[in-house]
């Protein structure tokens, strides 16, 4: 059985604006293999939830998918018209947004609303639905018989993103890309929300992207992690590997970002900040910020190469 779920080639994503047209995704690529978790990390505007939204088919004009492939299960995602899309969306890809409340409709009720999505995928009616919207609001420690008779203004934070990780997972998907589930909540709510996530997709087996800037989730969470700056991947390794033997200089950046307990040294940022996509830097992205960067850097663009098993980068420090 082949065990490639998710395969991005080539992926190039614009937005047209009046400044211009904004680079979002420049030539992205990936490979997802069944049942891993990976973490998509990189810093605001490094075009983390543009590769989400196009996985999911949902880039609207202003933005364009302009170039890629995104091959899911043998089929490539891009062409699909929306029915067929449709079919694959909520069924076999679901995803959690970061902010839930804005993501429920206010003016319906929780059980109406998990009913309808469940209705459509298994085609049944949404009073029948109403079995598995209980099922699946058990599965998130929630008490259905009052949460399917409230309105999402009457959940706090933690019920909402409980609620929205039922109707996710009550098709139990293929795929579950998670865009910074956590960061609408405060910290304690985060911790039992992320432990929630990972009982239930341990359970179910679901493959999963999850979206953060925050390593120190991705590093708990993930089996591999995947770094982008600037609408570029920069890295991609096994959690474990990207930890212990960082190599692109973003990385490292990042790595000495994170405070940790008892550490008395100062947390050393990255200088700078991420590129106007509009006009980014010629070569590599990063160079204007890269401690590292020589001649080339600022001629050529690096691309993504494995650099010892499994371990990929793009640096010309490692050509
Ligand atoms: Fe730094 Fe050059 Fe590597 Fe870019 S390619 S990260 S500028 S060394």
Do not use: W
């Amino acid at each position: 059985m082949n065990d490639v779920l998710l395969e991005v080639k080539n992926l190039r994503v614009v937005f047209h604006t009046y400044r211009g047209i904004v680079q979002a995704l420049d030539d992205v690529s990936f490979t997802i293999h069944r049942n891993e978790r990976v973490g998509i990390i990189g810093e605001t505007g490094c075009g983390k939830s543009v590769t989400s939204l196009a996985i999911m088919r949902l880039i609207e004009p202003p933005g364009e998918i302009v170039n890629g492939e995104i091959i899911f299960e043998g089929k490539d995602l891009v062409k699909l018209n929306e029915n067929s899309l449709n079919t694959i969306r909520g069924k076999e890809i679901s995803m959690i947004f970061q902010e839930p409340l804005s993501s429920l409709n206010p003016v319906m009720k929780v059980g109406f609303q998990i009913g309808e999505s469940i209705s459509k995928v298994k085609n049944i009616s949404i009073k029948a639905s109403q079995k598995f919207v209980r099922d699946a609001l058990k599965a998130v420690d929630l008490d259905p018989e009052r949460v399917v008779n409230l309105y999402p203004s009457e959940l706090s934070g933690g019920m909402a993103q409980r609620v929205m990780i039922s109707m996710a997972l009550s098709t139990n998907p293929k795929l579950m890309i998670a865009d910074e589930p956590t960061s609408a909540l405060d910290v304690t709510i985060q911790a039992q929300i992320m432990n929630l996530l990972d009982e239930l997709v341990s359970k179910m087996k679901n493959t999963v992207i999850l979206i953060t800037h925050d390593l120190g989730v991705a590093a708990q969470f993930c089996d591999k992690i995947l770094i982008m700056y600037a609408g570029t991947i920069v890295e991609f390794a096994e959690t474990k590997e990207l930890f212990e033997n960082p190599l692109h200089p973003y990385t490292k950046g990042l790595l000495k970002a994170i405070p940790k307990v008892g550490n008395k040294n100062k947390i050393v940022g990255i200088p700078g900040s991420v590129p106007d996509l509009v006009n980014p830097p010629r070569g590599c992205r990063f160079h204007p910020r890269c401690p590292f960067a020589m001649e080339i850097c600022k001629i050529e663009k690096p691309t993504l190469k494995t650099e010892s098993q499994d371990h990929l980068v793009s640096c010309h420090l490692y050509r």
